[in-house]
Structures are given as structure tokens and as C-alpha cells.
């Protein structure tokens, strides 16, 4: 008898009719012999409901009580699932995140597992029991409820997969695999059949929401077996793997792209040691993460330096940088936050040039203008005017053929 952890997201259990939907899967899982433990996330636009909500009463609600308010959207949607199991003559049994004994540190709204204690979910299935978990929440070690940020469910149910040692991992969501960008804004975009744990990294990381970054984290350290699926129609959606030496490498498996970012820039700091951590350095215990950083040479004994941070945060960062920057001699602080950032993931980048320059070529023949670039071994990013994302993203898909299939080296020397 196999384990099989199955997580289905927000559209996947949006009304009760797709809620009936999925306990139907379930079951068919089930009654082909298998133990399942499914992970649900809230009903779809729900956690965004919750939120607005919070907002609505306070700028600032405190944290702890956001978490207590944003759990309550899964244990709607696992209690349904339960109840329409059982009425389909399926054993079923529901667990908030403390019940499934999931223990995370205390950042809320943005916790991290520690560990799970497996023991409850294992007496429900030895009991012949589906085990039902409410995904994106947790307790910390003082009973405080906490979540694991947007998208969390993902995480839950790897952690969940590792902790059991699942057979296999399934993500169901509302599109059917990993696309070589998100097929809502490319329509010809191609499902993969398989990805690497490092690209798909790269690609959450960079902006494809389709699965949260520390559940592909999880998975690749604790070799889960991960597959993401589509909860509509059947298939085999698409495989995350480790890399294999024989596996034919594809130069570029796909576009993301990011929206939630802003941009700013300090302008005619003077060029001396120990600058850059002057600047970064109040935005770092303001807990503001930063993600692309440049810094510019000048000869005038002066420097700009320019960095993006998450668009939520743009206000605050630009309050303390125009602090910073007055005691620093700065000549100004100006800012941005109507850009995009666009990337291009492969591994085959390792051993291949010439991905850049194509990519910058592309993006200048549609006149958009490139205003940052950061790369790494299998990535390049640009940022740019927020309203070229489409175009930005739809060509580079285009010059790069992902549609008609594996892009290999030999196609692009030739
Ligand atoms: P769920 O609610 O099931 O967790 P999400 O909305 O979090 O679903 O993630 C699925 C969405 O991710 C898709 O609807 C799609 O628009 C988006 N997406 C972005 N990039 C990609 C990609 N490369 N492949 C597939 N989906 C992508
Ligand atoms: N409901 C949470 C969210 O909307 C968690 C999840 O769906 O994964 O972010
Ligand atoms: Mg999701």
C-alpha cells in the first residue's frame, strides 16, 4: 500500500461543486488501495477576502492575530472536503495545522517549518481514515497559530510528504504541469514534461507562482517525489526531478516573471568603503529583503546605487533611505515601483554564452528598455517598464522557440 500526499489549491476547491470534484479523487485514490493524506488550501480568493478585511479594520493589524484570522480559510474547505467524503462512504478526518501536529518558529505570516510530529496523522490512517490537513498553517512551540506566507499549502503538503515518506507528492492546481511561462500570458506556452528541482527553484523564485519556493526546497532536500498536476482533467502532468547526467539538457526551460517589485535609487552618494552597507544596512533590520543590486563606478568621487525591494515594502524603504541618505551626503533618493522583472531559466545556460546578448537583442527590437540586469549560473533578469511585461515576455518566449519544444545547443549555435 502506497502513501500519496495530494494538495489541492484555491481554485482547485473554489465551490462546492469542485470540492465534490476533489473528493472524488480522493476516493478513486483511496479505493485503489492507497493511504492519502490531502492538504487543502482555502476556497479560492478567500485568504485575499481575510485580508482586505484585516485591512479594513487596521493599517496595521499585528501579525499574530493576521495568522489567526488568514487560518481560519482552510479549515472552512477542509471541513467540507471531510463531510463530503463521508458522504460518499469515505473515512475521513480533518486536522488544523496544531492538530497535524505541524510546529513552525514564531515569524508570522511568514513561519517556517521546524518539524512535524507524525504520530496523529498515522493513527488516522492505521484507523483507515483519509487524513485531511489544513495547509499554510502551523503552531509555535507557545501554541501561537502561525502561516507560512502566500502560497504555503505547497510547502505543507512536501513537508507532510517528507515527514511520511510518501510515495509521491501531487500538487493539483488549475493548470495541468510546469509551462515554459505562465500560459496565461504566453497562450502557446509548453507543458514540461519534467523539470529540475534547480530550475524550478530558479522559476518560483523569479516569479511562477505555480509552486511556493520552500516547497520546492523541501522537496529537493528531502528527494520528494513532486508532480504537479491539473485537479480538471487527467494527465501526467509535469515530474520535478534531480538533474540526471544522461537526461538531455534544454538551454532554456522557461520565462518568469515578477510584478511585485519596486525600484530604487540613491544618487550621488560619495564612493567610499563601507557605502553600500551604510545604505543597506537600516533596510536589512527594518527586515526589507532586497533582491537585485547595482552599483555604479562615476568620476566624480561620487556613486548611484540602485536596488529592488518587494513592492509592499517601497514605501518604507524609501522613508529610510531619504533618512540614511541626508547624513550620507546623497544627492537624492528617487524611486520606482511600476516595474517588472523578467528571467530567462535553464540549466543548459551553464555551458552555453550568447543567451544574454540574444535576450538583450530581443527586448531592443520591441524598444523596451532594460533599467537592471542581474544573472546567475542558470539565470538572466532584467527589469523593466511594468507595461512592457506582456510584450517583454511574450517575445522572449518567441526567440528562444520554447514553444516548439526542448531547446538544445545544437539549436542555438547553428
Ligand atoms: P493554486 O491555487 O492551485 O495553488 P496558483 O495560482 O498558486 O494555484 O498557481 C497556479 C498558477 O500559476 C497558474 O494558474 C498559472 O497562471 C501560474 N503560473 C505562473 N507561471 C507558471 C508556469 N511556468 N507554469 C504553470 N503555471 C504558472
Ligand atoms: N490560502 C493561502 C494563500 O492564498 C495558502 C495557499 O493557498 O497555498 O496564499
Ligand atoms: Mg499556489
Redesign the pocket.
Known amino acids: 500500500m502506497a502513501l500519496i500526499v495530494q494538495k489541492?489549491?484555491?481554485?482547485?476547491v473554489g465551490d462546492l461543486e469542485r470540492i465534490e470534484r476533489v473528493a472524488d479523487r480522493v476516493k478513486a485514490t483511496r479505493d485503489a488501495g492507497n493511504d492519502v493524506v490531502v492538504v487543502l488550501?482555502a476556497m479560492?480568493g478567500e485568504t485575499d477576502r481575510l485580508l482586505e478585511l484585516a485591512r479594513q479594520v487596521s493599517d496595521r493589524p499585528a501579525r499574530r492575530e493576521l495568522d489567526v484570522l488568514l487560518a481560519t480559510g482552510e479549515q472552512v474547505s477542509i471541513a467540507l472536503l471531510c463531510m463530503s467524503l463521508a458522504r460518499k462512504g469515505c473515512a475521513a478526518r480533518s486536522f488544523t495545522g496544531g492538530q497535524a501536529r505541524i510546529r513552525t518558529d514564531t515569524s508570522h505570516t511568514k513561519a517556517r517549518i521546524q518539524g512535524i510530529d507524525v504520530d496523529a496523522l498515522r493513527s488516522a490512517l492505521g484507523e483507515s481514515q483519509v487524513a485531511v490537513v489544513a495547509g499554510f498553517q502551523g503552531v509555535d512551540e507557545a501554541g501561537n497559530i502561525t502561516t507560512l506566507g502566500r502560497?504555503g499549502?505547497?510547502t505543507t503538503a512536501v513537508a507532510l510528504a517528507a515527514a511520511l515518506e510518501a510515495e509521491e507528492c501531487q500538487i493539483?492546481?488549475?493548470?495541468d504541469?510546469?509551462?515554459?511561462?505562465?500560459?496565461?500570458v504566453v497562450p502557446d506556452?509548453r507543458r514540461l514534461e519534467t523539470i529540475t528541482f534547480e530550475e524550478m527553484l530558479e522559476?518560483a523564485s523569479l516569479g511562477?507562482?505555480?509552486l511556493q519556493i520552500r516547497a520546492v526546497e523541501f522537496a529537493s532536500k528531502y528527494k520528494v517525489k513532486l508532480r504537479v498536476l491539473s485537479s480538471f482533467e487527467e494527465g501526467e502532468g509535469t515530474l520535478i526531478t534531480s538533474e540526471d547526467a544522461t537526461m538531455e539538457q534544454p538551454l532554456i526551460s522557461?520565462v518568469?516573471y515578477n510584478q511585485d517589485e519596486a525600484k530604487l535609487t540613491v544618487k550621488g552618494v560619495p564612493d567610499r568603503p563601507g557605502i553600500a552597507a551604510a545604505l543597506l544596512g537600516p533596510i536589512a533590520e527594518a527586515n526589507i529583503d532586497v533582491d537585485m543590486i547595482v552599483q555604479n563606478v562615476s568620476e566624480d568621487a561620487t556613486t548611484d546605487v540602485t536596488f529592488t525591494v518587494h513592492r509592499s515594502d517601497y514605501e518604507a524603504a524609501f522613508e529610510l533611505l531619504q533618512r540614511h541618505a541626508r547624513d550620507m551626503n546623497a544627492r537624492e533618493v528617487t524611486g520606482d515601483d511600476r516595474i517588472a522583472k523578467i528571467s530567462l531559466v535553464g540549466v543548459g545556460m551553464r555551458s552555453h554564452a550568447g543567451i544574454a546578448s540574444r535576450m538583450f537583442a530581443t527586448l531592443a527590437a520591441e524598444s523596451i528598455n532594460i533599467q537592471m540586469i542581474s544573472t546567475s549560473e542558470i539565470k538572466i533578469s532584467v527589469v523593466v517598464d511594468e507595461k512592457y511585461l506582456e510584450l517583454g515576455v511574450r517575445a522572449l518566449h518567441a526567440a528562444f522557440g520554447l514553444s516548439e519544444g526542448p531547446v538544445l545547443d545544437e539549436a542555438i549555435k547553428s
Not at 8 to 12: E, K, Q
Not at 172 to 175: A, E, F, M, N
Not at 177 to 184: H, L, M, N, Q
Open positions: 489541492y489549491g484555491g481554485t482547485s488550501s479560492g502560497g499549502s505547497d493539483y492546481t488549475d493548470v504541469g510546469v509551462y515554459t511561462s505562465d500560459p496565461r506556452a522559476l511562477a507562482r505555480v522557461g518568469a
